[in-house]
Structures are given as structure tokens and as C-alpha cells.
């Protein structure tokens, strides 16, 4: 059975040459989640915030093209992520890098929070043709001329592209989500004997597991 993958979206909606999405696809089933973090986007002027609406809209409908589905929530990262994680049962988070200073601090603790608690955390390179540690001066000093910044990056390869999202792509569906909720709470079931679900839940749950068991 393939593992669950969670695909963290930070506004690189696009289904072609996304690092994260590609991996996750080949490796395991995704679940694509983007977070509105109030203390990102409070900053935010309106012209931002009117291009982040159609932007992430577009990106929703791509995703729902090839039959998957763009989770969106709203609050901080560290809980919705971990809510998500006990969820779906996933034991991985992949996500494209970013560069500004507030995000490569925040991304840092969460890889070390999450490491602590045993989730793989994998990130790739998705924003820039050259991340910015990569081609500094022979004494390590960042260039402050683009002109030699530009000569110095000639000598450096671009990464390659990565092909684009297809149907076939194994995303975990809404429905999936709700199975494998069941499912956690059947398997607490069969160990302790009792289950804390009611009415139509419960049918479903025992409709599931009848198929599973």
C-alpha cells in the first residue's frame, strides 16, 4: 500500500515543474493543502490578496481536472498541518522552498518540530533558476553587482524541469479522507473493543470494515 503524502502549497499553483507535487506523486498518495496564515497574509495589500483569490481558484480547478482535490484551511501552519497528519495517517510532508527571511525561519522549525515527531519532512528547490547560497564571491560574500552576479551564475547548471501532473495521479479523495478516519477508529476498535461512533457514521464504519476485515 502506497504511503500518504502531504503536499504543502505555498502560491507555486502550477501542475507543471512543481518539485513536491511531482515527487509525492511518484512516490505515494498526495494530499495538496494550501494554509491561509493570517500572519502572512495580514500584510497583504488588495491587489495581493485579489491575485491570491483567482490565483488559488485556477490552481483548484486544475487540481480537480485530474480528479484530485486542493485542501484549504485557514490558521497556522504547525496545527493545520499536524491536524492533517492525524487525519490521513500520513507520515510524510513534502513542500517547494522558499527564500524570504520570515519564511526560511518559520520552515526550519517546522522541519525540526516534525522531525521530532517522525515525520519525513522533504523539500525541494521551486522558485528560483539559483537558490541564493548557491553562487556567492570565492570569499563566500553574497555579489552586490548583477553583472558579475550574472557571469558567475553561467557556470552554474539550472535544474531540470519536472514533467507535468497527469490523471493518473494518486491523490488521496475526499472520500479516501473519510475512510481512512474510519479506518483509524475501527483499528482502535479491534484492539479495545469499544467505538465512540453513533447512527450513520457508525453503519458507515462497520460497512467499511466489513469489506476490510
Known amino acids: 500500500m502506497k504511503k500518504t503524502i502531504i503536499v504543502w502549497i505555498r502560491k507555486d499553483f ?3 515543474d512543481n518539485p513536491a507535487l511531482f515527487h509525492a506523486a511518484k512516490e505515494g498518495m498526495v494530499v495538496p ?6 500572519d502572512e ?9 485579489w491575485w491570491l483569490h483567482h490565483a488559488l ?30 487525519e490521513t495517517n500520513a507520515q510524510d510532508i513534502y513542500w517547494n522552498r522558499r527564500y524570504e ?12 518540530f516534525f522531525s521530532e515527531q517522525q515525520i519525513n ?25 548583477f553583472t558579475a552576479y550574472y557571469k558567475a551564475s553561467q557556470k552554474h547548471a539550472v535544474s531540470s524541469t519536472v ?5 493518473s495521479t494518486p491523490f488521496l479523495h475526499r472520500l479516501n479522507l473519510f475512510q481512512s478516519q474510519i479506518w483509524i477508529c475501527f483499528q482502535a ?14 453503519n458507515k464504519a462497520l460497512l467499511i470494515a466489513s469489506k476490510r476485515f
Open 14 to 16: 502550477r501542475l507543471v
Open 121 to 145: 519532512i522533504r523539500t525541494f528547490e521551486g522558485f528560483l533558476l539559483h537558490e541564493p547560497w548557491k553562487i556567492k564571491k570565492e570569499n563566500g560574500d553574497p555579489y552586490k553587482v
Open 163 to 167: 514533467k507535468k501532473l497527469l490523471p
Open 189 to 202: 476498535y479491534r484492539g479495545m473493543k469499544r467505538l465512540s461512533l453513533r447512527g450513520t457514521l457508525r
Open 41 to 49: 497574509e495580514s500584510s497583504m495589500g488588495s491587489a495581493s490578496k
Open 101 to 112: 527571511p520570515h519564511a526560511l525561519k518559520r520552515d526550519k522549525e517546522l522541519q525540526a
Open 33 to 38: 493543502v494550501y494554509i491561509h496564515d493570517d
Open 57 to 86: 481558484n485556477d490552481f483548484k480547478t486544475s487540481i480537480e481536472k485530474i480528479e484530485g482535490t486542493l485542501i484549504i484551511k485557514k490558521g497556522n501552519p504547525k496545527d493545520v498541518l499536524q491536524k492533517l497528519i492525524h
